[in-house]
Each structure stands twice: as structure tokens, then as C-alpha cells.
């Protein structure tokens, strides 16, 4: 069993009293962490983090390029041992850990040269760019301070890489919270952290329940700045206790693929099974609804079925492609949404089969918009099916979710596929293609319940640095 000390004010930090995080394949303990005080943890670490701003913002941009260099170094070293983390605790496949892994260590080596660029090339204002005679504005961008970064469970890695390496890179301090399952992996990264020598309270790691250790981090006056990724509950609170501080909050989706009558639906098909299934419809971008033309409905459906009969079930260290969902209560969320829909007319086409928190996937036809499967965000392996006639009630349907991720246009007709992605109230649509944060480097937003701000490589760094002018006069 795994025992992971946690670093916080410079030193790695271990407790007697001890926090469990569950394996959801065993549903035993897959390991263990410090539990302190909440109170005393958080004051420690944000007192830290300011403490140590002081100094790590005017740092060269080499010293923190070089650090994270090594740190991401030490990530690529200990890939095998990270990705098996990943494996126990929230039971992602070995072989998408180690994608996962991997593609952080590009984000960071992406975010470092992102960095460069917008940092070599300051906003320059003068009397050969604009009318005002005798003045020279440059525009650069600063750090802004405390950075709270919290992570969820189903990219502890990544999106908590996602919101490290700019905070860091640009000169700030941060404190991070990981998920609770999530947290293992939490405290291993901030063990490398140390071992790569960040200076004393750059890098700070905080653990425990949302409930104690959240609402302590997001209230506090030292805190210069949010980014948080998990449900829109939490968001939403947050952004309620957080009074003035700058937040980046991604809260999740209920994304929609729109099939059109003459879409490729072989394409179509693929793309909503990988968009709907991969790791068991855990991510806020997942194909978590379909509206298909009654025109080639059946077809759709039929091809459907075939792809999802031929998806493995299974345990994540065999590389299913189904593994158990987070947990217990997880899969009864699901398993309740689905039964009421059935109750009320809709009607399960795949094989409806649970062994605790494992679900075979479910593709869940006849689906109707009265059905609370059309609007909530299942965050589990079923797929709804909703069949429409006419496009303009199908994008007000697509538009009537409280969440507004990405969608998905699938059809030929690329002047079409335009006029409906302009339509549909989204950070992103897709034509052609599932759902999908990636590339890193696109702008990634959503709009009403889906988020605040915008994330991916360059706009992170943007969101975690502000404007700073200086103005020469002749
Ligand atoms: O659920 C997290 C969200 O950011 C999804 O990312 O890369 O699976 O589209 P991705």
C-alpha cells in the first residue's frame, strides 16, 4: 500500500492520523496520506506560498523554465510509476495513464515555449504604431501572486499540470489541491517538486476533503487567483465564496453530437463511441448526448451497437477499455438516470450489466427531452439517443442545457456544419470529430454552467498574469 508524505512550506510532511484513498477496482485502500487540522494546513501553506512570492516572482525566466525543465524530467523518469499511481486510484486503463503522462510533459514543454513568446514580445506602443507623439507604452505581463489550483479526479495529472506549469513559469506561487481520489498522485507530484529543487513555499500541496480544505482556500485574502476544474456545484460555490479574486473554472458538459442526414456515419459512429466511452464517460468533454435525423436513425443506431458490443470490460491494469467507474455512488447515479429514463419509454440496446462500480456501456435509445437522461451530466458509460426531425428544435434542445462545453456537427456539408456550429451556444463544435479539449494549445472554454475564462496553453498563462505598462516620455 502506498504511503505518500506531502510538501508544503519547503518540507515533505507526514501525520500519525492518516487519510485513506480507495482503489475503486478492489474498493480496498490504495493508500494513505497526512491528515492535519484543516485550518492550520491551509494557513501554513498559503502563508508559505506568500511568504515566498516575495522572492520567485522576480526570479529570471530561466531559473523557473530550468526548474520545471527538471521537474518534468523527473516526470518522464518515474512515467511507469505515475501511470500505475493512476491506475490504482481512479482506475484509468495503464495504457491511457501513460498518454496521460506523457502529454502533460508536452504541455509543459509547450507552455514553457508559449511562455517565451508572449514574455519576448511585449506589447510595444509608439509613435510608429499609433497617433500620440512622444510617448512609448510597453506592455508586459506580471505574475499575480497566490495561485489555488484544485484538480479532479479524472486528470489528476494532467490538469493539475495544466494549471502548475503556467502559474509557475509565469512567476507565480501556488497551493494545489488534489481530488480526493487523485490525491495519491497529488502528493507524489509534489514529492518530485521537491526533489527538483523548487525553493521553499513555491510549491505547496494541501489534502483533504473539498468540504474542510476548499472553502478555507478559495475565502482567503492571500489568495490572488483560482483555477479549479470539477462539477459546476462546486464551481459555482466557489465563484460565490471567491469575492473578487480572478477565477478559472471548467464545470463540466452535457456535449451533443448533432448527426445530420448526410453525415458519414461509419465517421459518425466511431467518433461518438471513442468521444462517448473513453475512460467510461469521465470527462467534461465526453459525447454525453446524441441527436440523430430520423432519416438515418437506424442506421446510426445499428452501427452503434456493433461498436459498443466489441468494447472491452474490464480491469485498467489489463488496458479495457471499460474499467470500474470512480466509485459506488458514481455507478448508482448513473444506474438511477437510466432506469428512469426505461421507466419512462426510452429503451437500453447493449446489454445492461453492473458488477458493483464496473457498467458495461450503455447505448439508451428513444430517448425524449421530458427525461432527466437528456439534461444531466451522467459522467459514467451511457450514451442517450434522441432523434430529431427538424434542426431548428434540435439546436433550441442543444441549447436549452444549463451547460454549454463543446458539441459535435457530423455531416458533409461543410456550409451547413458552420451555420450550425455559429448557432449552437458552445466554448467549441466540432465539425466532424468528437469532443476533445486537445490540441493543448487551442483555447479551451464553455459557456453558462460549463465554465468561466478561458484555459489551454497560451490562454492559462494569460489568465495567470496580469497587464503591466511602463510608459517612456520624451
Ligand atoms: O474532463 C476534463 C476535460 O478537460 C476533458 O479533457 O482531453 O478528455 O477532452 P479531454
Known amino acids: 500500500m502506498l504511503n505518500f508524505s506531502i510538501l508544503v512550506d519547503g518540507a515533505l510532511v507526514d501525520s500519525d492520523e492518516k487519510i485513506s484513498v480507495m482503489n475503486p477496482t478492489t474498493n480496498t485502500v490504495a493508500g494513505t496520506l497526512p491528515l492535519f487540522e484543516p485550518k492550520a494546513l491551509v494557513d501554513t501553506a498559503l502563508a508559505a506560498a506568500n511568504e515566498a512570492y516575495i522572492d520567485w516572482k522576480v526570479t529570471s525566466p530561466k531559473e523557473r523554465i530550468d526548474l520545471l525543465l527538471k521537474v518534468k524530467e523527473l516526470f518522464l523518469q518515474h512515467q511507469e510509476e505515475l501511470a500505475d499511481i493512476l491506475v490504482l486510484e481512479i482506475a484509468k486503463s495503464k495504457k491511457d495513464s501513460l498518454t496521460e503522462i506523457v502529454r502533460t510533459c508536452e504541455y509543459i514543454d509547450a507552455t514553457i515555449e508559449s511562455y517565451n513568446e ?3 514580445n511585449p506589447l510595444i506602443i509608439d509613435e510608429n504604431t499609433h497617433h500620440i507623439k512622444g510617448k512609448t507604452g510597453i506592455f508586459s505581463r506580471e505574475p499575480l501572486g497566490v495561485v489555488v489550483a484544485i484538480a479532479p479526479f479524472n486528470y489528476p495529472f494532467n490538469l493539475l499540470m495544466a494549471k502548475l506549469a503556467p502559474a509557475l513559469v509565469a512567476g507565480n506561487t501556488v497551493v494545489y489541491k488534489p481530488a480526493s481520489q487523485g490525491s495519491l498522485i497529488g502528493a507524489r507530484v509534489s514529492q518530485l ?14 489534502v483533504g476533503s473539498g468540504r474542510s480544505i476548499g472553502d478555507l482556500l478559495v475565502e482567503d485574502g492571500r489568495v490572488a487567483m483560482i483555477s479549479f476544474t470539477g462539477s459546476d456545484t462546486v464551481g ?19 456535449d451533443p453530437a448533432i ?38 436513425h437506424d442506421e446510426l443506431v445499428k452501427l452503434l451497437v456493433e461498436k459498443v ?36 419509454g426510452a429503451v437500453c440496446l447493449t446489454e445492461m450489466k453492473r458488477e458493483r462500480n464496473l457498467m458495461w456501456p450503455m447505448l439508451v435509445d428513444q430517448v425524449t427531452v421530458d427525461m432527466d437522461l437528456a439534461w444531466e451530466e451522467p459522467f459514467g458509460p451511457v450514451i442517450p439517443v434522441i432523434t430529431y426531425d427538424d434542426l431548428t428544435i434540435c439546436v433550441e434542445n442543444v441549447n436549452a442545457s444549463k451547460y454549454g462545453l463543446q458539441a459535435s456537427v457530423f455531416t458533409e456539408d461543410m456550409v451547413k456544419a458552420e451555420e450550425v456550429a455559429n448557432l449552437i451556444e458552445a466554448g467549441t463544435v466540432n465539425i466532424n470529430r468528437s469532443s476533445s479539449r486537445g490540441p493543448d494549445i487551442f483555447p479551451f472554454s464553455g459557456v453558462k454552467n460549463s465554465g468561466l475564462g478561458v484555459q489551454g496553453i497560451k490562454d492559462a498563462l494569460i489568465s495567470m498574469t496580469r497587464v503591466k505598462g511602463i510608459v517612456f516620455n520624451k
Open 118 to 120: 508572449i514574455m519576448a
Open 193 to 206: 517538486f521537491h526533489e527538483a529543487g523548487f525553493p521553499k513555499g513555491v510549491v505547496n500541496c494541501v
Open 236 to 254: 459555482l460555490r466557489i465563484a460565490e465564496k471567491a469575492k473578487g479574486i480572478p477565477l478559472v473554472l471548467e464545470m463540466g458538459g452535457k
Open 259 to 296: 448527426v445530420m442526414e448526410d453525415a458519414n456515419l461509419e465517421l459518425a459512429a466511431n467518433e461518438i463511441i471513442k468521444g462517448g466511452f473513453s475512460y467510461n464517460g469521465q470527462r467534461c468533454t465526453a459525447i454525453k448526448r446524441v441527436f440523430v435525423h430520423k432519416s438515418v
Open 309 to 344: 458490443q466489441k468494447l472491452s470490460v474490464g480491469l485498467p491494469q489489463d488496458n479495457a477499455f471499460i474499467t470500474p467507474l470512480i466509485s459506488n455512488k458514481a455507478a448508482d447515479f448513473v444506474q438511477g438516470l437510466v432506469d428512469d429514463a426505461i421507466a419512462e
